[in-house]
């Protein structure tokens, strides 16, 4: 799975862009984050907007390396149909993905959010030999993405958040303490 050990650059299409875009507008319509007290539609229709995209350079920098990549999905699911099954597969291989934007990056530091509270938890907290990879998604500047090489669960040191009220309900992996491959 770790075809590559240095981060790449990806610039996405205007094309990829709307489609993300058309579907962060109609997948809000079925989310409660209530547990999270997350009841800012604008906020969730960008956090799913932003993860969308960086699925697809994830998807695109696979591609390149001549992976058979199954995925993003972009079928609507009503709540009771949601799953937490891993954002994309790379030749059969699950993969979570996880973005931040470069705007939340400057306020909160560069990080990656799981969730972990006793009502919703990330299945992939208790896989120590899962994939993730992470994502910068640069939002002042066309969407162009940072994509990390793919790490396994148990490489990733997970902290709490900086912000109070998510202590105790997300776990957060901070760029500077990734490995160096």
Same mark, same amino acid.
């Given at each position: ?68 990549? %199954? ?99 997300? %776990? ?10």
């Amino acid at each position: 799975m770790r075809l590559f050990t240095t981060k790449q650059m990806v610039s996405i299409d205007a094309r990829t862009i709307q489609k993300a875009k058309d579907f962060a507008e109609n997948v809000v319509k079925t989310t409660n984050y209530g547990d999270s007290h997350q009841f800012d539609l604008n906020k969730i229709k960008d956090d799913h907007f932003i993860s969308k995209i960086g699925e697809e350079a994830v998807r695109i920098i696979f591609e390149q390396l001549n992976r058979v990549v %199954k995925g993003p999905d972009y079928a609507i699911y009503q709540e009771k149909q949601k799953s937490w099954d891993e954002d994309l597969y790379i030749d059969g291989v699950p993969l979570a993905v996880k973005t931040q934007k470069t705007t939340a990056s400057a306020r909160y530091g560069l990080s990656w959010t799981f969730q972990s509270s006793s009502y919703r938890k990330d299945p992939i907290l208790t896989k120590p030999n899962a994939w993730v990879c992470f994502v910068e998604c640069n939002d002042k500047n066309n969407f162009e993405c940072t994509v990390y090489p793919p790490y396994q669960m148990k490489e990733i040191i997970l902290r709490e958040p900086k912000l109070d009220y998510l202590k105790g309900k997300k %776990k957060v992996a901070y760029a500077q303490d990734l490995p160096i491959l």
